[in-house]
């Protein structure tokens, strides 16, 4: 079964929300998880906010959803390992081993137009960011949903 692992920096917010966004958007075909490059204890509950955001979409979220790290077994389990920002790409660069790294790609490479980009991190900033946020993650979603069955997708 094809795989995608979501990854931003603690797990609490954009990662999570396109994991749920994935699955309420597009079903559980693929295996989705998501995780963090650095997370406090493992565990942690999603970023209300972030939860906040998801409901306001229509999004149901899963009760028992905790935070994770990135782990070294992620890199051979996962087909596609999306993530949030370059310093985390850079970040996962350095412990993955080279013939997996073409796995590695930013989230924000499948929106035309914001390809290279970060995406905003929402967490110390107002609530209306991870909406902005989540508005993001979706249309990267779509993105990468367009070109998965289609064979499309190759890495860089």
């Not at 650095?38 to 942690?44: A, S």
């Not at 306001?56 to 905790?66: D, I, Q, V």
């Not at 499948?110 to 980009?117: K, Y």
Request: charged fraction near 25%.
């Amino acid at each position: 079964m094809p795989s995608i692992l979501f990854v931003c920096t603690a797990n609490q917010c954009r990662s999570p929300m396109a994991e749920a966004l994935f699955r309420a958007r597009f079903g559980t075909e693929l295996r989705v998880q998501s995780a963090g490059i650095r997370t406090g204890p493992r565990g942690q509950p999603m970023d209300a906010r972030a939860a906040a955001a998801l409901q306001r979409h229509g999004c149901k979220l899963e009760k028992k959803w905790r935070s994770r790290r990135v782990e070294e077994a992620d890199f051979e389990a996962f087909d596609l390992i999306l993530v949030m920002e370059a310093q985390h790409l850079q970040d996962l660069r350095a412990v993955c081993p080279p013939e997996l790294q073409p796995k590695l790609r930013l989230l924000l490479d499948f929106v035309p137009g914001f390809e290279g980009q970060d995406l905003p991190d929402p967490y110390f900033g107002p609530a209306q960011g991870f909406d902005q946020a989540l508005a993001l993650i979706l249309r990267s979603l779509e993105g990468v949903a367009a070109v998965w069955p289609a064979g499309a997708l190759q890495p860089r």
